[in-house]
């Protein structure tokens, strides 16, 4: 594991020495106001949200696109969209130096519920289960504060944000062969099916290493009824903006349960791109607002 993280760090050193030149040759003194040649860190588990047109496809992140200018749609469709109908909305109630937004979603799990009884894990969900129709809606609240204010518009900004949100989910009458799913990414986000309460709660920090890469680091605790730590997942990642349409995000996941049925911990790499739409030129910030 050690020698694969040495390897991605060499990766994106190697591709930041080879786009340095640009950096140092190009006069950025006569170019438009909007114009710049560096990126920040406003992901999308920030308070931040993405400006308005713009539209930014990801594999494994939300897909988000500026709604209005305070207002940013979120879906997570490109993996699972069509197993899990989801659709939820960002909004940004204050932005100076502290940034506070709320996130309010809906989900419909029942079709993705349905395959999983079907794909002859029986661990995960029970094969006789009849599975009900189920709404799930999720609310949060997201703090963002920015470490390093700079009057230089070419250094990037370090980025702490906190999170604490809710799941609660309208289910029918639910059947008894309809057993509580034990797959340990699952678990803990699938209580409010079985009528618990999901509360959890998050850190989160992003910061620049230099003009193209990046990096995010997180933890998230969830609770379920008074079982408050449920579950626990740990995030890191080191993102390379190939330009300002592209970048792609190498990192790992760690994920670990402890319920009831069994306790289980997990850690795994993760692979990101992100395509941006509708972002003509360098700006300030991957959701650049001047």
Not at 105 to 110: A, D, E, H, W
Request: charged share 20%.
């Amino acid at each position: 594991m050690q020698k694969l993280f040495f390897l991605v760090a060499l990766f994106f050193l190697s591709l930041e020495f080879s786009n340095g030149q640009y950096y140092e040759d190009k006069d950025v003194s006569e170019e438009p106001y909007r114009q710049q040649k560096r990126f920040e860190t406003e992901s999308w588990k920030t308070a931040y949200v993405v400006p308005k047109g713009q539209l930014h496809l990801s594999l494994l992140a939300p897909i988000r696109y500026g709604l209005l200018p305070s207002l940013e749609l979120q879906s997570n469709l490109a993996l699972w969209g069509y197993l899990t109908p989801n659709l939820s909305l960002k909004k940004n109630w204050y932005k100076q130096r502290l940034v506070i937004s709320s996130k309010h979603g809906l989900y419909y799990p029942s079709l993705g519920l349905k395959r999983l009884k079907d794909d002859g894990k029986n661990s995960t969900l029970n094969k006789d289960a009849v599975v009900p129709q189920i709404c799930t809606f999720q609310n949060e609240l997201i703090v963002s504060y920015l470490l390093n204010p700079s009057c230089v518009r070419e250094n990037p900004h370090w980025i702490a944000t906190a999170r604490l949100g809710g799941d609660f989910s309208i289910v029918e009458e639910r059947d008894k062969s309809f057993n509580r799913m034990t797959f340990y990414s699952l678990f803990h986000r699938t209580a409010s099916f079985y009528g618990d309460m999901i509360f959890y709660a998050g850190l989160q920090f992003d910061g620049g290493l230099s003009n193209r890469i990046y990096f995010n680091l997180g933890a998230d605790v969830y609770a379920i009824g008074t079982n408050f730590l449920s579950g626990i997942e740990a995030q890191g990642a080191l993102v390379y903006h190939y330009n300002h349409k592209l970048s792609i995000s190498l990192g790992a996941k760690y994920i670990k349960t402890d319920n009831f049925i069994e306790k289980e911990s997990h850690l795994l790499p993760t692979v990101d791109i992100c395509y941006r739409l509708f972002q003509k030129t360098w700006q300030r910030g991957l959701f650049g607002k001047e």
